[in-house]
C-alpha cells in the first residue's frame, strides 16, 4: 500500500467481512466500505428497515470517526437497497444521520451480503 494510504479499523463497527478494509484514508479523502445492519458484536440488527439503516448509519459514524473525520464531513454516499419499496422509510431515518444532505445514489440490486436489505457506504473528507 502506498504510504499516503491508511487502513482504518475500529472495533465500533464490524469487522470486514471479507478481503476488504473498514476504509481507507488518504491525504484529502476517506473512503468508507458499505455497512450493513450488522452491529459491532457480529449480530444482524432485526426489525424494521429503519432500524436496520440506524445501525448502518451508526456503522458508518464509528468508521469515519476513526478516521479523524465526522458525519458531517461526509461528500457523497451511496444507499444500495433490496427493494425500492423501502426507499422512504430508508429516507426517514437517513436524513437524521445526513441532515448536511450530501451527494447521493440510491440504488435496487438483486441480493446484498448475508441478505440483508440495506447497505450504505460514504466518502467523506478528512
Not at 470486514?16 to 449480530?43: E, F, M
Not at 422509510?89 to 445526513?98: A, I
Request: hydrophobic letters at 40%.
Amino acid at each position: 500500500m502506498a504510504s499516503d494510504q491508511q487502513i482504518i479499523f475500529t472495533k465500533d463497527a464490524p469487522a470486514a467481512l471479507g478481503p476488504y478494509s473498514q476504509a481507507i484514508k488518504t491525504p484529502s479523502t476517506i473512503y468508507c466500505s458499505g455497512q450493513i445492519p450488522l452491529k459491532p458484536d457480529g449480530t444482524f440488527v432485526e426489525g424494521s428497515i429503519a432500524e436496520k439503516t440506524e445501525q448502518c448509519c451508526k456503522n458508518v459514524k464509528a468508521v469515519v470517526e476513526a478516521a479523524g473525520s465526522s458525519m458531517g464531513k461526509v461528500v457523497k454516499t451511496t444507499v444500495f437497497l433490496s427493494d425500492m419499496a423501502h426507499f422512504a422509510e430508508v429516507n426517514g431515518e437517513y436524513e437524521k444521520w445526513f441532515s448536511h444532505k450530501p451527494a447521493r445514489s440510491c440504488v435496487a440490486v438483486k441480493t446484498l451480503p448475508k441478505n440483508v436489505d440495506v447497505e450504505i457506504e460514504v466518502i467523506a473528507l478528512p
